[in-house]
T-cell receptor, first 113, second 113 residues
Framework: GAVVSQHPSRVICKSGTSVKIECRSL??????MFWYRQFPKQSLMLMAT?????????EQGVEKDKFLINHASLTLSTLTVTSAHPEDSSFYIC?????????FGPGTRLTVT | GESVGLHLPTLSVQEGDNSIINCAYSNSASDYFIWYKQESGKGPQFIID?????DKRQGQRVTVLLNKTVKHLSLQIAATQPGDSAVYFCAEDSGGSNYKLTFGKGTLLTVNP
């Protein structure tokens, strides 16, 4: 149990376009999901906390208008990177909370050309 | 915010040896700590956790030690195997109702056959 999926696993997009990443909890309901970004050889950095039915809470320095988060149901949160630029290329990882634990998705590799 | 470097600390061990990975955490109010294993291109995988009212917890081949006095956490892996090769992160729950995790820098463990 406690499986989290992400789609797509890899995406390449052109500079200036937008890309949506989905995070799903497959076998449990998650009122809270988290979005992280990870650059090569670095740690996970929390971007925002996604709460079902309410606005996401963004960490300091993360642009909410650039990284749009929608948590429309108890099993789905989406992250949309708007007007992507090469510096947005990174590994994006979501997690879903069940009780006191966080379960992580497999990550999405975004490359902006 | 979290301070991260461009080069991960590394630990290289021989197959069958015991490994010890260390982590210094930052928030004395944190009351829940987790060790994660991350293989290349994948999301973090839960290994073991410990709460602040304990100083040691054992799992299968793994032991976590917590020293709250010096804010230090360690992960011991017994009889290390090639499949243990990965980056290991400690994470602390900074408390509050959001269950936000702050990740450490990570350590790259390489197991030589």
């Amino acid at each position: 149990g406690a499986v989290v999926s992400q789609h797509p696993s890899r995406v390449i997009c052109k500079s200036g376009t937008s890309v949506k990443i989905e995070c799903r909890s497959l076998d449990f309901q998650a009122t809270t999901m988290f979005w992280y970004r990870q650059f090569p050889k670095q740690s996970l950095m929390l971007m925002a906390t996604s709460n079902e039915g309410s606005k996401a809470t963004y960490e300091q320095g993360v642009e909410k208008d650039k990284f749009l988060i929608n948590h429309a149901s108890l099993t789905l949160s989406t992250l949309t990177v708007t007007s992507a630029h090469p510096e947005d290329s990174s590994f994006y990882i979501c997690s879903a909370r069940r009780r006191d634990e966080q379960y992580f998705g497999p990550g999405t590799r975004l490359t902006v050309t | 915010g979290e301070s991260v470097g461009l080069h991960l600390p590394t630990l290289s061990v021989q197959e069958g040896d015991n490994s010890i990975i260390n982590c210094a955490y930052s928030n004395s109010a944190s009351d829940y700590f987790i060790w994660y294993k991350q293989e290349s291109g994948k999301g973090p995988q839960f290994i073991i956790d410990i709460r602040s009212n304990m100083d040691k917890r054992q799992g299968q081949r793994v032991t976590v030690l917590l020293n709250k006095t010096v804010k230090h956490l360690s992960l011991q892996i017994a009889a290390t195997q090639p499949g243990d090769s990965a980056v290991y992160f400690c994470a602390e729950d900074s408390g509050g109702s959001n269950y936000k995790l702050t990740f450490g820098k990570g350590t790259l463990l390489t197991v030589n056959p």
